[in-house]
């Protein structure tokens, strides 16, 4: 049965994930580590690897967390995950950030159960920080069914304001936090404990390796949404 190999450097955490026939068989994060990626990355998957007895010549697809995200991040592990299909010959996947952070918390409901087991019809509102009152969202359905794209949003107090006086509506994610003292309203639920991490790229993936919805190697770029601001140099006499 097919083993893929999963990555996510779309945000702080740096994560890998193994999984096969859609079911995750091993996971491995950075752990309190920051934006250490370039570094971390390669000694994860190799560890990863290893604990499983799994080589790189078994692995039938790569996916990544294709973004929006940290720039950085999004281009370190995108490279690491062409490199292994290129040499492997082996197909690419993408996964979105948003919807890995809605799969991880519709796979997690156990660990906050009682909250959503009170409405049977809700929204799921992943946020990725993008500094200061922006973040990048989307909306989906109790049934991850998208229900508004991808977006950069400055938060203020009509921010999804529409969606949220229909039903209830969970926010989550490293973007979410700053929300909650500006979107105030009874349907809204901040839920804390849904971080970025490849293990919610495992389901998603699976269904692109069955329906071969593969990218270009040579393509293939990261979704960044918004284009990248290079800030002033820190070291004196740079330009």
């Not at 998957?45 to 290893?50: D, I, P, S």
């Not at 909250?115 to 049934?143: G, Q, T, W």
């Not at 209830?168 to 970025?196: Q, R």
Request: glycine residues 6%.
């Amino acid at each position: 049965m097919s083993y893929i190999l999963h990555f996510d450097t779309a945000t702080k955490t740096c994560s890998v994930a193994l999984s096969q026939g859609g079911t995750l068989v091993a996971y491995k994060d950075a752990g309190g580590s920051s934006y250490s990626h370039s570094g971390l990355l390669t000694v994860l998957t190799e560890e990863l690897l290893k604990s499983q007895n799994v080589s790189f010549d078994e692995l039938s697809a790569v996916c990544v967390n294709k973004g929006p995200g940290s720039y950085t991040g999004l281009r370190i592990g995108t490279s690491a995950a062409k490199g292994i299909c290129y040499a492997k010959d082996i197909p690419l996947l993408a996964v979105n950030s948003l919807l890995n952070l809605a799969n991880l918390c519709y796979e997690q409901k156990s660990e906050h159960k009682e909250l959503i087991e009170k409405h049977s019809d809700f929204y799921l509102c992943p946020m990725i920080d993008a500094r200061r009152m922006e973040v990048y969202s989307a909306v989906y359905d109790n049934e991850l069914r998208p229900v508004k794209d991808i977006e950069a949003t400055v938060i203020d107090e009509n921010s999804f304001k529409e969606l949220i006086n229909e039903k209830a509506f969970f926010i989550f994610g490293d973007g979410a936090e700053k929300c909650v003292d500006i979107l105030k309203h009874p349907n809204l639920y901040y839920i804390k404990i849904i971080i970025s991490s490849a293990r919610g790229l495992v389901s998603p993936a699976y269904q692109k390796f069955i329906n071969k919805d593969f990218e270009d190697v040579a393509y293939f770029e990261p979704f960044y949404l918004k284009e990248f601001a290079a800030g002033k140099p820190k070291v004196k006499g740079l330009r």
